[in-house]
C-alpha cells in the first residue's frame, strides 16, 4: 500500500528479474498487461530481444473503471490506458479471450489471423481440461443427486463469487423465479463467496431448509456437483470491459452437459448460446424475461451429448487452447 507505489515496485522488481536472465528465452509470455510491462521493460533494456507475446485477456483499464475501483478518465486510469498503447505497440503477437475483443482491438486479424502490421493474433478463450469433466456421467449423477437428497429435484447450480461483475441480486431473484416455475425447485450454489452474501437472499425468494445448498467445493469435485444438476446460470454485468470477457464457469457447466441460462452483452455469450443452441440468452434481468428462459430450456429437450460436443468443440484445452498457443508460438519463431 498505496497500491499504485506497490504496483509499480512489482512491475520494476519483476522486469529486473526477467533482465537479469532474459538471454535464456526466445518468447517472453505476458498473461495481462503488468506482467506484459515487466517484459517489455526488461527487454527494452537489454541487448537480447526476444519476443514479446501480449496475452491480453481481459480489457484491464475497463475492469477497474467498471468495477468502480477507479474513476473514469482518472489519473489511474489515463496511465493504464498510456502503458496499454505502448505495449499494443510493443508485442510482436496477442491473445484475447473473445471474437468480440478482436473485433474492438486487431479487427483486420479476424481474416487472416494477422493485424495490419503483420503480428499474428489469436483468441483463446477460458479452456478446461476435459479429462478432468469425465467423471461427469450419468452413474455420477445418480450417486450425488442420492447423496444430496435430491432425486426428486429440480436442480439449477450457480458455479462462482459474487458482487462487483457477479450479479449477487440478480442471481438470487433468478432463484426465486425458478422456484415460483417448479414446485420441487432446489438452488446449488458453489462459491468461494461467504455465504451469508446470498443465503439471506435466498431465504427472501422462499427458499426453506432444504431447498438450496451454499457450499464451497475443491476443483476436483466441481464436475460430480455439476453433474447433478440440470441446468446452470451465469449473470455477470454486460458492461464494456466484459466483451473481452469467457467466463469459465460455462465451459464447465457445458462439458458436465448442462444447458446455461445466461445474460446477453458478455463476450462470445451470445453466439454459444443462440448460435450453438446450448441454452437461453436473457435481455432483460425481470421476472418475465426468467420464465421465458426456464420455457427454453424446456423446448430443448435433453441435450447434454450436445451440450458436451459443444465443450469440445469450443473449449478444449489440448484441442482449442494448446493448439492455438502451439500454433502462435511457431508464427513467432
Given at each position: 500500500r498505496p497500491s499504485a507505489a506497490a504496483t509499480a515496485w512489482d512491475i520494476f522488481r519483476g522486469a529486473f528479474y526477467i533482465w537479469r536472465r532474459i538471454g535464456r528465452f526466445d518468447v517472453l509470455h505476458g498473461r495481462v498487461h503488468v506482467p506484459t510491462l515487466m517484459g517489455a521493460l526488461a527487454r527494452k533494456f537489454s541487448p537480447r530481444k526476444p519476443k514479446l507475446l501480449f496475452d491480453i485477456?481481459?480489457?484491464?483499464?475497463?475492469?477497474?473503471?467498471?468495477?468502480?475501483i477507479w474513476p473514469e478518465d482518472g489519473l489511474l486510469y489515463r496511465g493504464a490506458k498510456r502503458v496499454e498503447r505502448w505495449l499494443m505497440k510493443e508485442s510482436d503477437a496477442f491473445v484475447v479471450l473473445t471474437e468480440r475483443a478482436r473485433e474492438i482491438l486487431l479487427p483486420?486479424?479476424?481474416e487472416t489471423g494477422y493485424d495490419k502490421h503483420g503480428r499474428p493474433v489469436e483468441v483463446i478463450p477460458c479452456c478446461v481440461d476435459l479429462e478432468r469433466f469425465a467423471s461427469a456421467t450419468p452413474e455420477t449423477r445418480t450417486a450425488m443427486r442420492e447423496r444430496l437428497g435430491i432425486a426428486e429435484k429440480r436442480v439449477m447450480v450457480y458455479v462462482g463469487s459474487f458482487g462487483g461483475w457477479y450479479l449477487t441480486k440478480e442471481?438470487?431473484?433468478?432463484?426465486?423465479?425458478?422456484?415460483?416455475?417448479y414446485s420441487n425447485a432446489f438452488a446449488m450454489i458453489l462459491t468461494q463467496s461467504k455465504p451469508e452474501v446470498i443465503e439471506p437472499l435466498l431465504r427472501y425468494a422462499g427458499y426453506k431448509d432444504g431447498e438450496y445448498l451454499i457450499t464451497r467445493v475443491p476443483s476436483t469435485e466441481i464436475p460430480e456437483y455439476l453433474v447433478a444438476a440440470d441446468m446452470a446460470v451465469s449473470f455477470?454485468?454486460?458492461c464494456y470491459s466484459k466483451q473481452a470477457s469467457s467466463p469459465t464457469k460455462n465451459a464447465e457447466y457445458l462439458a458436465c452437459g448442462l444447458p446455461i441460462i445466461a445474460n446477453s452483452g458478455v463476450g462470445d455469450v451470445d453466439v454459444l448460446i443462440e448460435g450453438r443452441g446450448v441454452g437461453a440468452l436473457i435481455e432483460k434481468f425481470d421476472r418475465e424475461s426468467y420464465l421465458r428462459a426456464f420455457d427454453r430450456i424446456e423446448t430443448l429437450g435433453d441435450i447434454a451429448g450436445h451440450c458436451r460436443s459443444v465443450a469440445t468443440d469450443e473449449f478444449d484445452l489440448k484441442t482449442i487452447g494448446g493448439r492455438r498457443y502451439r500454433r502462435l508460438y511457431s508464427a513467432l519463431r
Open positions: 485477456r481481459g480489457f484491464m483499464p475497463e475492469e477497474y473503471t467498471d468495477a468502480g483486420e486479424s479476424k442471481t438470487a431473484d433468478f432463484f426465486g423465479a425458478f422456484r415460483e416455475k455477470i454485468k454486460p
